[in-house]
T-cell receptor, first 113, second 113 residues
């Protein structure tokens, strides 16, 4: 079946612009995670959604970052007023339930110039 | 907080050599442990996992044993192949923290013919 998909695959933006990154999880998966992979910080957790519960935003690096998950399915990660240090690969993962294996999407490579 | 420490890389081996990649962890709860692999140009894939002490995860000839007494989860393979060239990440998932993954920095393995 279809895996986790993310769009766009690559995004180049100018410093100060806003960007939106999209994640389509595996159908029926209740848990959705966003991670960031950068040279300096490695792989780090950003935010977690589970069903209709309040999201765990403890990994968001600043208030310029926000995310939503509509209808328990598609998620959008928004970065406002992008900075060069936001350049990274943004990964989305989903799992059937909490504690199950997480399946990762191919990522969105964000470059801030 | 939770953390994962991997040995420094990169690692270069000849085909059929024995592989060990060290991984140790600290966690406040009782975590599950994972090895993820990222092949060139591909997304993160789960390689193997272990959910409790003394469990051995295995897949594609790779093995790792959950050692609670030494807080370790070292990855081993008896005979590596060129196709094993990839980046390997050790990770833990704390069920008390929404099962978000905490990753090590990753290590690049190159296997030469």
């Amino acid at each position: 079946g279809a895996g986790v998909s993310q769009s766009p695959s690559n995004k180049v933006t100018e410093k100060g612009k806003d960007v939106e990154l999209r994640c389509d999880p595996i159908s029926g998966h209740t848990a959705l995670y966003w991670y960031r992979q950068s040279l300096g910080q490695g792989l780090e957790f950003l935010i977690y959604f589970q069903g209709n519960s309040a999201p765990d935003k403890s990994g968001l690096p600043s208030d310029r970052f926000s995310a939503e998950r509509t209808g328990g399915s598609v998620s959008t990660l928004t970065i406002q007023r992008t900075q060069q240090e936001d350049s990274a690969v943004y990964l989305c993962a989903s799992s059937l339930f909490i504690r199950d294996e997480q399946y990762f999407g191919p990522g969105t490579r964000l470059t801030v110039t | 907080g939770d953390s994962v420490t991997q040995m420094e890389g990169p690692v270069t081996l000849s085909e059929e050599a024995f592989l060990t990649i060290n991984c140790t962890y600290t966690a406040t709860g009782y975590p599950s442990l994972f090895w993820y692999v990222q092949y060139p140009g591909e997304g993160l894939q789960l390689l193997l996992k272990a959910t409790k002490a003394d469990d051995k995860g295995s897949n594609k000839g790779f093995e790792a044993t959950y050692r609670k007494e030494t807080t370790s989860f070292h990855l081993e393979k008896g005979s590596v192949q060129v196709s094993d060239s990839a980046v390997y990440f050790c990770a833990l998932s704390d069920p008390g923290a929404n099962s978000k993954l905490t990753f090590g920095k990753g290590i690049t393995l190159s296997v030469r013919p």
